[in-house]
């Protein structure tokens, strides 16, 4: 009989042995929880650490962008084109919102008429509104065969590079949503090509407004975050 059976309790109740039950500490569910979240933290901070080095050894050179200190807009880094020359605000079809030299005045600017729609005379009471509001006019009829009956926009206008330094800013202000393009002509006048988008020109005092605003174009705002 073992030391651990009382007297007088033998049978099936008799322990038999030499070693008794190890009464072991019940786990603690709240260690474990914390134990698993700790180990979910630290991975996740290993992980964002090994991005953020990649992010500093593969920067992506001249299209970097930098975030403005006070405000949440992107800035444009000053950096230049391959062709050597820094990005400009200028869109591509040659109208910017803002002008820098002086324009010339619209008795300065010679316009050609073109018609390459379906309506009969448009050419001809374009041209003579616009002569009313000061422009010389030049040639007026159809359009070529390039442009007639293909232009979807507003109307088109056509002229040589130099043309998008003014003349372009100041004939755009009578016909809204009219594309621009250059070609290899030599002299300075406009071919305005009339589409099938056209209703009318812009009201003559809603243009001379708009003529006016290019004149004085607005200072660029002093609380701008991008700094050249």
Known sequence: MSMLTPPGMGGKYRITGDRYPRMSRPRSRRRLVFTAFGSVLALGLVGW?????????????GG??????HGTG???????HPDGNAKSGRSDSGQGGRTGGKLPKPS????????ATTR??????????????????GKVGNAPTQYDKKVKATGIL??????????????GTQLAGAQTKNDAR????????????????????????ALAALAKPSPAPSGSPCRS
Do not use: H, M, W
């Not at 953020?52 to 050179?61: A, H, N, P, T, W």
């Not at 992107?74 to 230049?80: I, L």
């Not at 030599?186 to 407004?209: H, P, R, S």
């Open 186 to 209: 030599d002299g300075k006048d406009i071919d305005l090509i009339i589409g099938n988008g056209f209703k009318d020109l812009v009201e003559q005092k809603d243009a001379d407004k």
């Open 74 to 80: 992107d800035c444009e880094r000053g950096d230049k």
């Open 108 to 115: 300065q600017i010679t316009v050609n008429v073109y018609n």
């Open 49 to 61: 650490g090994t991005l953020q080095l990649i992010d500093v050894f593969s920067g992506d050179g």
């Open 64 to 69: 970097q962008k930098v975030r403005a200190a």
């Open 158 to 171: 056509l002229g040589a590079p130099g043309a998008g330094d003014g003349a372009f800013n100041v004939l």
């Open 120 to 137: 009969s005379g448009l050419a001809k009471d374009t041209a003579k509104e616009l002569e009313k509001r000061g422009f010389k006019i």
